[in-house]
């Protein structure tokens, strides 16, 4: 039940009590792993820290750039964490590339350098033969690889990356484990030697796998860090606190080839972070018993992964009881914040979805799920044929609470999207069947959005013929009596789903629409101006009380739509309230 959301806040707030304090400072004169780790004379590596540190410890991370994998020999306890913390205001960077010297021209007319390389990415291995991109197909060959270089500052992996000696072009990379060299050609042609080449050596920077540690480490608190550069495939983070009542706190994960920071899958609290420009997706805390606080994810999956299959700037799967609160999810590829399938009881409020490739959020095979006080703004715009997308999407979903929400400018407002009936036949997920049931979706404002202020996208055979049917049933009775007699749990009708729309503010602008109900490509599909809020009520029966009216929009001064104080909106009581974040 929802309550038990609030009291796992309370206690992921308790106080820790320290027994030492360490300190680590690689750049002082004193500093060695064979001394004590004093602030008199520190350990020179993050590594030495993680070997020692007890329950209830703590080390200040002084400043400079650590090129190594931490990895917690130890786990804390309830209220005496392991605490890795970086001196306050200096900058600390750990760091997944190494410096790359000793570079020679390869033979040939063709201005390529090589140097001697044993960084072998491989994330399977099938029938004996390495698997070295994720997922393992032809689309992913050079997206999902994990190798990536850092020239003079910039990040090359892809679309750097090549994957032969004969595909180089100026400007591109070939990692070669099988002859055990890295080529690079710089786009000028120039020798590597008079430039800053880096090259990671590393994927998982800090923390533990599941593979490594099956247990987990526990009550391991990080802050402070910058975690930059890492070899990581789709789905594998640099940062990875897998366990329980783990912590990662106003940290920078950046710029890593693939996943950026998981923090669960029990207990594990993500707050205060910035999670950007990661390959795949940038990821957070998850699991059971979760919070994601203040966290801001920007620019991630700036590959092209398969927007189908994962991608976003965070993205949950089988999580329970979480929250989501005062977080910023912009300009990600795929949708800003995805739960995907067997996601349940958990809160999302006071967030900012802005400018993210599908969906702001995007609700999938998932229940229980109350999205309070957002705004989503100028989602779903950068993808064609998006069909659904806009500023909250619920897809097979059940019981989610929409309400006091900001939709402007996405290309649908709020759509729910329907394929199903779905089933989750996995053990230990909740098996279904999954439609759009149950929700309460009352109070919000969806304006000025491109496409529909409200889209009901019903592509289901309720609807009539999909075009792919025109040829085996020549007729919609013929369909309907089909489906009927075979697939009886296709045929259902939305308006019987048990689902409250109303009392919700709508306006559409020039050129946009105001309600759908079914799909365009379905016979019986339906369509309302922006006006005709009375004929979408009277053909559904919701929103007998809803609103169309301007509800009264400004820009604050970072960009970000927000109601005036003396709108329709705030005359109505809907839409959002307080002061909601604007990061930049």
């Not at 710089?186 to 020798?191: E, I, P, Q, R, Y």
């Not at 299959?309 to 999810?329: I, N, P």
Request: glycine residues 12%; aromatic residues 10%.
């Amino acid at each position: 039940m929802r309550w038990r959301v609030w009291a796992v806040i309370a206690l992921l707030v308790s106080a820790p009590a320290w027994s030492a304090t360490y300190c680590v400072s690689q750049m002082s004169p004193q500093a060695s792993d064979e001394g004590p780790g004093s602030a008199e004379r520190p350990w020179k590596t993050m590594g030495k820290a993680a070997e020692m540190l007890q329950p209830g410890d703590r080390v200040i991370v002084h400043a400079g750039v650590y090129r190594e994998f931490v990895e917690p020999r130890n786990s804390g306890l309830p209220g005496a964490p392991i605490v890795y913390e970086a001196a306050a205001g200096e900058n600390v960077v750990a760091t997944g590339a190494d410096v790359v010297t000793g570079w020679r021209r390869v033979e040939g007319t063709r201005p390529i350098y090589e140097v001697a390389w044993h960084s072998d990415f491989i994330i399977d291995t099938i029938s004996g033969r390495p698997v070295r991109h994720h997922p393992n197909d032809a689309e992913h060959e050079r997206s999902g690889r994990a190798e990536q270089m850092i020239v003079d500052g910039e990040v090359w992996d892809y679309p750097q990356i090549q994957l032969s000696l004969a595909d180089m072009a100026p400007g591109t990379f070939f990692p070669d484990p099988e002859n055990g060299r890295l080529c690079l050609w710089l786009k000028d042609g120039s020798n590597p030697a008079d430039h800053r080449i880096e090259a990671c050596t590393r994927g998982l920077i800090f923390g533990v796998s599941p593979w490594s540690r099956p247990k987990g480490i526990e009550y391991v608190w990080v802050r402070g860090f910058t975690f930059r550069y890492g070899a990581t495939f789709p789905q594998r983070p640099a940062v990875w606190l897998f366990g329980k009542g783990n912590r990662l706190e106003d940290c920078v994960v950046e710029w890593m080839a693939g996943g950026g920071a998981l923090v669960g899958p029990e207990d594990g609290v993500m707050r205060g972070c910035t999670v950007r420009r990661c390959g795949h997706v940038g990821d957070g805390a998850y699991g059971r018993n979760f919070l994601n606080e203040g966290n801001v994810w920007e620019e991630n999956t700036r590959k092209p992964i398969d927007r189908m299959w994962e991608a976003g700037g965070a993205k949950l799967t089988a999580s329970r009881g979480g929250v989501f609160e005062r977080c910023v999810f912009r300009n990600n590829g795929g949708p800003g914040l995805w739960f995907d399938v067997d996601v349940a009881d958990v809160v999302v409020r006071d967030c900012l979805f802005e400018n993210n490739e599908c969906s702001g959020l995007y609700v999938e095979i998932s229940r229980d799920i109350d999205v309070i006080n957002n705004v989503f703004v100028r989602n779903g715009l950068r993808l064609p044929k998006n069909w659904a997308a806009g500023g909250l999407t619920l897809a097979e979903s059940r019981n989610c609470v929409v309400a006091k929400n900001l939709m402007v400018g996405n290309l649908d407002g709020l759509t729910l999207q329907e394929q199903g009936p779905r089933y989750l036949n996995e053990p230990g997920l909740d098996p279904g069947p999954f439609v759009n049931s149950g929700h309460v979706i009352a109070g919000n404002v969806s304006a000025f959005n491109t496409q529909y202020q409200l889209g009901l996208w019903y592509d289901t055979p309720f609807f009539g013929r999909h075009p792919a049917d025109l040829e085996a049933f020549k007729s919609e009775s013929a369909f309907e009596e089909s489906v009927r007699a075979k697939e009886p749990a296709r045929w259902f009708d939305p308006l019987k789903q048990g689902m409250i729309i109303d009392g919700n503010l709508y306006w559409a602008g020039p050129g946009e629409k105001g309600f759908l109900y079914g799909v365009p490509w379905r016979v019986r599909h339906q369509e309302w101006g922006g006006a005709d809020l009375a004929g979408f009520s009277a053909a559904t029966g919701f929103e007998t009380h809803g609103i169309v009216a301007d509800p009264g929009i400004e820009e604050s001064a970072s960009g970000v739509p927000r109601l005036t104080s003396d709108g329709a909106a705030r005359k109505a009581h809907v839409g959002p309230e307080g002061v909601l974040p604007e990061v930049r």
